[in-house]
């Protein structure tokens, strides 16, 4: 079945640090991909999505490309903030972004 | 943006009674919407898809007699736990489609002790 995978965390970085969150995927047919990001206390928000391979989201400092040759989607930052600790869900879907499927999630706590 | 309210945020109680978990749309009609259940340190699992006036369908594995899904209206979905019991104790968060968008509530921490 179809499925995401990202990387462990919790992840630990100083301020300005570049930043890499791992996340490949299976899946049949051509999904859409997506980076939701939850901040402490709060709910899931839409980061960045991309629909097709070769395609690049981008929103905040945050860019992650659709590698359908790898399955992959890595979430990728040049200068990390504190602001930017919360937890990271890599997804994909299949029918446009209705029912989603979530990789574990993976913490970042930025450090001053 | 769309916004999505679930309430309760958090919630204990007995075990053997029931929980309600409300979930609305605040700006914008939903006529589906998404339950799901996180473990710690785990993924989200999608339970259930609401659809407004019609039953939900349900995942593979989730009871449908112990989780009761109703969408009575464009705006409202609701999440029954019933006779709750401790492995039933976990992060339950709703989403809402809006076009080709899912907006998530801040999720319902249920613990049943």
């Known amino acids: 079945g179809d499925s995401v995978t990202q990387m462990e965390g919790p992840v630990t970085l100083s301020e300005e640090a570049f930043l890499t969150i791992n996340c490949t995927y299976t899946a049949t047919g051509y999904p859409s991909l997506f980076w939701y990001v939850q901040y402490p206390g709060e709910g899931l928000q839409l980061l960045l999505k991309?629909?097709?391979?070769?395609d690049k989201g981008s929103n905040k400092g945050f860019e992650a490309t659709y590698r359908k040759e790898t399955t992959s989607f890595h979430l990728e930052k040049g200068s990390v903030q504190v602001s930017d600790s919360a937890v990271y869900f890599c997804?994909?879907?299949?029918?446009?972004?209705?029912?989603?499927?979530f990789g574990q999630g993976t913490e970042l706590s930025v450090k001053p | 943006g769309a916004v999505v309210s679930q309430h309760p945020s958090w919630v204990i109680c007995k075990s053997g009674t029931s929980v309600k978990i409300e979930c609305r749309s605040l700006?914008?009609?939903?006529?589906?919407m998404f339950w799901y259940r996180q473990f710690p340190k785990q993924s989200l699992m999608l339970m259930a898809t609401s659809n407004e006036g019609s039953k939900a369908t349900y995942e593979q594995g989730v009871e449908k007699d112990k989780f009761l899904i109703n969408h009575a209206s464009l705006t409202l979905s609701t999440l029954t736990v019933t006779s709750a019991h401790p492995e039933d104790s976990s992060f339950y968060i709703c989403?809402?489609?809006?076009?080709?968008?899912?907006?998530f509530g801040q999720g319902t921490r249920l613990t049943v002790v």
């Open positions: 700006d914008f009609q939903a006529t589906t």
């Open positions: 997804a994909l879907s299949v029918d446009q972004g209705g029912k989603l499927i």
């Open positions: 991309a629909t097709k391979a070769d």
């Open positions: 989403s809402a489609r809006a076009g080709l968008r899912a907006f």
